[in-house]
């Protein structure tokens, strides 16, 4: 019922949560509250689920401190009934997905390991070699002996390929199920983890390129987002956008601290920044202020790429993981950010992929 409310309010673009959500949200937690007093440690799947949306509408609806306490509750929970592989499979795979996702907006380690299928068909070698193609042209955008990119960028890109026209109809479903999960997993990982410290020189070019790593990989999650929204217009189902703020406000502290953007990194190494303020336009609606933001600061990125029209945007981007529709909705944001015009319609994303 909670969960349903929030969908509403989302549909009716509610810029609150409505009486009837937040009615239904109380006796959601009452609920759960009062089954676990009367259990123990004994606590029914149903109202692992019941946690699992509760954190997944909280985040819905931009109450992160919310959402953040029930993810810790319900990792207390879990603890108490022996793990997470206590649940049936579909269960695990669900409170797995909505707590890496959970994690990934508020910069948390994952609570509980991935749940992937044990039997799966293999992608095909000809896929396989494409993205590893596609995965060493994007390793050359960045500084030498960063050998990490390659295998966090190969999983990308093999994302973005597998969820294309060319290619989702003869991939196995299960094999890119698992995928989602492993590259969220990853996206949740690197910018804790911050593996480029190992190898970057000191100095001023050590801390352009540290602000260039930490702005490509807090963008990362909003990249497997956008695959699966995208997947899903090719069904022909249109999912409203989440709102994605604390990502979007880390970018915006990096990219505004000391020094502003004469601080940024210089010649191609901007180029990651770029692709990631292009995930993050991408992920909002027409006429948010965060979308506002990043085409101003999107435009300033490319007068410092001297990038002199849509082509050269569009060629610059082709390096990294990208997606049917990214591709496709690449010109009107050149020309957003060059003239001011808007796309007429998020229906383009279903035209493209019909």
Known sequence: MYVSCVAQDRKRGLLQP??????????AIRMVQDTIAACGSQVPQSIILAMTLLAYGCGAD????????HVEALQ???SMRGGIQTLDFEL?????????SLAATLRMPPRFPISLFPEFRP?????????????????????????FVFDLVLRFHQLGLATSVEWYNDIDQRSLSNLYFEAMHSAVLVPLEEPWNETLPGGVQGQEAATMFKVWAAGLP?????TARHTKAQSGTSLPRSRYDPIFVRIRGLLESDGGYHAWPRKKSLEPVMATLFYVVESCEYGDPWRLWCVDTLRKV???????????????????????VFRAVSGDLWSEMMHGSVASTPSLTLSVMQ
Do not use: M
């Open 18 to 27: 409505s009486f009837e959500t937040l009615h239904a949200k109380g006796e």
């Open 62 to 69: 931009q109450a992160w401190d919310e959402a953040r306490g």
């Open 76 to 78: 207390h929970v879990l």
């Open 92 to 100: 695990q795979r669900t409170v797995s997905w909505a707590t890496l």
């Open 123 to 147: 992608f095909p070698l000809a896929f396989h070699d494409d993205a590893q193609i596609r995965a060493w042209r994007t390793v050359k955008r960045f500084p030498k002996d960063t050998s």
């Open 222 to 226: 909003l990249f497997v987002w956008a």
């Open 302 to 324: 490319a007068e410092l790429l001297k990038l002199k029209g849509v082509e050269d945007f569009q060629k610059a981007l082709e390096f990294f993981p990208s997606t049917d």
